[in-house]
Nanobody, 123 residues
Framework: QVQLVESGGGLVQAGGSLRLSCAAS????????MAWFRQAPGKEREFVAG????????NYADSVKGRFTISRDNAKKTVYLQMNSLKPEDTAVYYC????????????????WGQGTQVTVSS
């Protein structure tokens, strides 16, 4: 089992950058696939980026590919989402998620969720 706490959200201007962090507790972090999902006002939750437990395989939503980078540091039990060239449509609550299975799409069903962190991108 794993517990997740997100941080790093905030207000940023369009074109700016932000790095989200997800700190995990527990002793099983390194064996879990990790992912970031987001939910914008009035919209359904969507997959943003995922990473395998080894860190060698990553997946991105088409809307963020080339702008966002997911990474993990198993020694620190932390997963990151580096967000560059932010757009107003990136505004959402971002959630960290974990599962023993690969997380690579919006239909994925993570076993564990963080509380979320708000990202607001202004024009």
């Amino acid at each position: 089992q794993v517990q997740l706490v997100e941080s790093g959200g905030g207000l940023v201007q369009a074109g700016g950058s932000l790095r989200l962090s997800c700190a995990a507790s527990g002793r099983t972090f390194s064996t879990y696939a990790m992912a970031w999902f987001r939910q914008a006002p009035g919209k359904e939750r969507e997959f943003v980026a995922g990473i395998s437990w080894t860190g060698f395989s990553t997946n991105y939503a088409d809307s963020v590919k080339g702008r966002f980078t997911i990474s993990r540091d198993n020694a620190k039990k932390t997963v990151y989402l580096q967000m560059n060239s932010l757009k107003p449509e990136d505004t959402a609550v971002y959630y960290c998620a974990a599962d023993t299975r690969l997380l690579d799409r919006s239909t994925s069903s993570p076993s564990y969720w963080g509380q979320g962190t708000q990202v607001t991108v202004s024009s």
